[in-house]
């Protein structure tokens, strides 16, 4: 298992960062991931616009898992409509 930086922006709407946030960590836990750490960064301004938005929540998890299941969580991130963007990033040991 590696090291991974995963950050999430999630819509402003409480109703929809919620229900997003819940099926996040649902499919996180379903493809056995291990979170170690959750950092709540925040509202801010986007550099472009998402999905006719201008501003995101941000959330930096750092979890472990396999990195064969990462082109996994990536299909299924795309189908959650309670996301604006996403990224993994690997940390380097």
Known sequence: MR????????????????????????????????????????DRDLAYEIKKRQRGRYVLF?????????TVMDRIFKLNANLLKYLFVRVDE
């Open 62 to 70: 750092t979890i472990k898992v396999d990195p064969a299941k990462i």
């Open 3 to 42: 090291q991974y930086e995963l950050t999430v922006i999630f819509p402003l709407e409480e109703d929809q960062y919620q229900a997003g946030r819940e099926q996040l960590l649902t499919d996180l836990g379903a493809n056995g991931v291990e979170i170690e750490k959750t950092d709540e960064v925040g």
